[in-house]
């Protein structure tokens, strides 16, 4: 499958533990996307990067998310202090800029998710 | 993005064609529509877009008003695994306007098909 892969698909934590979640995008997509999706809600965009450039984080929850990725291939992203309110699905998307003579916005393809419960 | 408005939920009977509709009367000429659907516990997965044509894939069909106010995305033959929520999504060219370039999700509708 040459997909988008999140892990671990499932964390249980306690609150105030650290947590950090993994996103490998489809090859040669220079762009990766993360959400929240919280129960009956639809996705929540955070933050994205081109390459490892981060682009947009003022999105971010609060100064307890942070996000990297380094060598512009997979990313990370990390909740410290984790509070019961963080419980949701966190996404990441992944896309590949076009060429601007061709137009359109590039399409975010997503993957399947880490669904976090803080206890 | 502008703003769109979809029911919360339908029901179309397995087999038959599938139509949800999207109201986005405040779209701008550069915004694109596109669709996703979610299934339960799944990443929303990407459906289809279109700019003022008409598009089809092997997934669905979208039919976008001359005036661009509304759309309707065609499921032909829908089936029990066609049930989701539907995400119908505006979305501004980034690359020349410039901005975040995160999706704006709505509610979607919830799309029961029935057996």
């Known amino acids: 499958d040459t997909g988008v892969s999140q892990d671990p698909r499932h964390k249980i934590t306690k609150r105030g533990q650290n947590v950090t979640f993994r996103c490998d995008p489809i090859s040669e997509h220079n762009r990766l996307y993360w959400y929240r999706q919280t129960l009956g809600q639809g996705p929540e965009f955070l933050t994205y990067?081109?390459?490892?450039?981060?682009?947009?984080k003022s999105r971010l929850l609060s100064d307890r998310f942070s996000a990297e990725r380094p060598k512009g291939s997979f990313s990370t992203l990390e909740i410290q202090r984790t509070e019961q309110g963080d419980s949701a699905m966190y996404l990441c998307?992944?896309?590949?800029?076009?060429?601007?003579?061709?137009?359109?916005?590039?399409?975010?393809?997503f993957g399947p998710g880490t669904r976090l419960t803080v206890l | 993005d502008a703003k769109t408005t979809q029911p919360t939920s339908m029901d179309c009977a397995e087999g038959r064609a599938a139509n949800l509709p999207c109201n986005h009367s405040t779209i701008s000429g550069n915004e694109y529509v596109y669709w996703y659907r979610q299934i339960h516990s799944q990443g929303p997965q990407y459906i289809i877009h279109g700019l003022k044509n008409n598009e089809t894939n092997e997934m669905a069909s979208l039919i976008i008003t001359e005036d661009r106010k509304s759309s309707t995305l065609i499921l032909p033959h829908a089936t029990l695994r066609d049930t989701a929520v539907y995400y119908c999504i505006v979305r501004v060219d980034r690359m020349l306007s410039g901005g975040a370039d995160g999706l704006t999700f709505g509610k979607g509708t919830h799309l029961i098909i029935q057996p």
């Open positions: 998307a992944s896309s590949l800029t076009r060429d601007r003579l061709a137009g359109g916005p590039d399409t975010q393809y």
């Open positions: 990067f081109q390459n490892e450039a981060q682009l947009e």
